[in-house]
């Protein structure tokens, strides 16, 4: 499984950005893909889910900005981001969570500027 994650950028505070993540294998409704991010000296942690049979699932810092959605067709994975911060900056990543295990994707910067 390959995952190849795009779209990250720099951008004002308040503003928006799109991620995506290209599968490189047909998901099936057991599987469950991921955005995760890490900042400088923090841990990673995960900013919203996706069961590919389920419903969507977000950290609480980004309800209401960021939106999950999948395209089963393309096998991908997309990240709207709006309403940026400061603190939404790191590398971003995605994830294949299903029963070929865990995979990640080469992280895609994100910076916003105050």
């Known amino acids: 499984v390959q995952l190849q994650a795009s779209g990250g950028g720099l951008v004002q505070s308040g503003g928006s950005l799109r991620l995506s993540c290209v599968v490189s294998?047909?998901?099936?409704?057991?599987?469950?893909m991921g955005w995760y991010r890490q900042a400088p000296g923090k841990q990673r942690e995960r900013v919203a889910r996706?069961?590919?049979?389920?419903?969507?699932n977000y950290a609480d810092s980004v309800k209401g900005r960021f939106t999950v959605s999948r395209d089963k067709a393309k096998n991908t994975v997309t990240l709207e981001m709006s309403n940026l911060k400061p603190e939404d900056s790191g590398l971003y990543y995605c994830?294949?969570?299903?029963?070929?295990?865990?995979?990640w994707g080469q992280g895609t910067q994100v910076t916003v500027s105050s």
């Open positions: 994830r294949y969570n299903g029963a070929r295990g865990i995979y």
């Open positions: 294998t047909r998901l099936f409704t057991s599987d469950e």
């Open positions: 996706i069961p590919w049979g389920g419903n969507t």
